[in-house]
């Protein structure tokens, strides 16, 4: 009897839980939808870029409602589907989509409930890495990355320098964005800055709000190396959508970049998310892009690829263009070298003491440009000019270019403070000896002893010669 009390309690239990999930999938009630239509319609009314066209799929939706569109739909889930299906087929927008929200705990507009969304957001920013989902270098030193979003910069600037950094002695670089939906204008303009040296105006940002226009141009600098020359591809898909439809839109139209793959999404209204009520939210575009070569968006087209592909060929695809490209990148790199480096060793062979000082300056500047030679390279030169070839005064030249270059280096100025004692300029070497301490402190530089012991030791040859 036991035995059947339990079974028995356990079906009336079973019943009842099903009977109140039953009750919970009817609790939209015609005043529900109706209210959700309204708040729709109100916050498409009040912040919809384009205010006609809210206006016209206000009167769809109640129109849909009138005829018993929404009748049968029972949860919240089905409810948002159909309703973006409504506002969309009118708007035609595709960043327009109701949502049902994410189940919280703790009651809505609690102390509470700020914290646990506020978890949630972090939670999955660290699940996501800020968008910035694997960088490897493969064959032929072809970097790749795989980005998945483009994060807001204060979460996404230092994994975006991490990962360009991983890639800035690469040949040619492909970024896969075929899964990336979009995100932050900010961190699209902040990558494509890496990949300019000049000022370039890439894109606007058009408000209803204010009834301000934005403007989005390359930075001057990024937190790493530029590759204003690296042969650049990125693979595209149907799912590349909104901010990397704009990454994509803005290099093919600079000519920066090779698309390849599959025609993209074709959404260029920018906006955000906001809440029709505890269970619905909507994603509003208030703005729009506007390209300044163009003068248009890719809204409702897509931005079309260089290169067609299928979603399984793009990868291959790119890599093998990407593969060429930086052969044909090396061999263009190695000529520059040659050119440059040529035209130093000139300058070097037939200087002229109180003539070549800039000459040298200028050259020494176009191979650091290029990152032929560094502030190492440039001391190791001077150096060897100064201790192998015998050749002191090449060798002040070359040290006080290096000093214009790397002002802030501590050892760049004890470096020509030794080629000036060497060449008994003494006072001019103390000078450039003091220089070298004062940055060292600056900097902590570890070896501040020993800067400060070639100061006291040019002091000391000072108070001989006086």
């Known amino acids: 009897m036991k035995f ?16 109140v999930s039953i009750a919970q999938d009817k609790i939209l009630t015609d005043k529900y939808k109706e209210q959700t239509i309204h708040k729709l319609s109100q916050l498409m009314n009040d912040f919809y870029v384009f205010p006609e066209v809210a206006k016209l799929t206000e009167e769809h939706l109640f129109n849909q409602w009138n005829e018993g569109h929404f009748d049968q739909i029972e949860n919240d889930k089905d409810f948002a589907t159909a309703l973006t299906e409504s506002v969309q087929n009118i708007n035609k927008d595709k960043h327009m989509r109701i949502r049902a929200n994410r189940p919280y705990v703790a009651p809505a507009d609690s102390p509470e409930r700020m914290l646990e969304e506020r978890v949630d957001r972090i939670n999955r920013s660290r699940k996501s890495n800020s968008g910035f989902n694997s960088v490897k270098i493969m064959e032929g030193n072809v970097g790749y990355m795989d980005l998945r979003g483009f994060a807001g910069m204060e979460n996404g ?18 970024i896969d964005i075929s899964k990336n939906g979009g995100g932050s204008p900010e961190m699209v303009q902040y ?7 000049q000022k370039l105006h890439l894109n606007s940002l ?19 190396m530029k590759m204003p020359d690296v042969p650049l591809f990125i693979i595209t898909s149907n799912r590349t959508f909104s901010a990397a439809e704009e990454f994509s839109y803005n290099m093919q139209t600079q000519k920066r970049a090779t698309l390849i793959g599959q025609t993209t999404g074709g959404g260029a209204n920018p906006g955000g998310s906001m809440r029709i009520n505890e269970n619905l939210s909507v994603f509003i575009p208030t703005g729009k892009a506007i390209n300044p070569i163009t003068k248009t968006n890719w809204e409702g087209v897509g931005v079309i690829p260089e290169v067609k592909t299928t979603a ?12 060429k490209a930086a052969e044909r990148y090396r061999s263009k790199s190695e000529e520059r070298y040659n050119k440059l480096f040529l035209n130093l060793n000139s300058n070097l062979e037939q200087y002229i003491s109180g003539k070549s000082e800039a000459s040298i300056l200028q050259a020494l500047a176009e191979c650091q440009e290029v990152k032929l030679f560094g502030e190492g390279d440039i001391n190791s030169l001077g150096y060897k000019y100064l201790m192998e070839l015998k050749k002191p005064k090449i060798a002040e030249s070359i ?4 000093t214009i270059l790397y002002p802030k280096s501590a050892n760049v100025f004890d470096s020509y403070g030794e080629s000036l004692m060497v060449n008994g300029d003494l006072e001019s070497s103390l000078k450039n000896y003091q220089r070298a301490v004062e940055i060292a402190v600056e900097n902590e530089d570890r070896d501040i002893e020993l800067f400060q012991k070639n100061l006291e030791s040019v002091k000391s040859k000072l108070k001989i010669e006086k």
Not at 162 to 174: F, G, Q, S
């Open 191 to 197: 990558l494509c800055s890496y990949f300019f040296d």
């Open 157 to 174: 600037k230092a994994i975006a320098d991490a990962y360009m950094k991983l890639m800035n002695r690469t040949d040619a670089v492909i």
């Open 206 to 224: 058009y408000w209803r709000e204010g009834n301000e226009t934005r403007e989005f141009w390359t930075l001057d600098e990024v937190g790493g």
């Open 312 to 323: 399984e060929e793009a990868i291959d695809k790119s890599f093998e263009l990407a593969k």
């Open 4 to 19: 059947v009390s339990h079974i028995s309690l356990l079906i009336v239990v079973v019943f009842f839980n099903f009977h």
């Open 399 to 402: 040290f006080r270019a290096n």
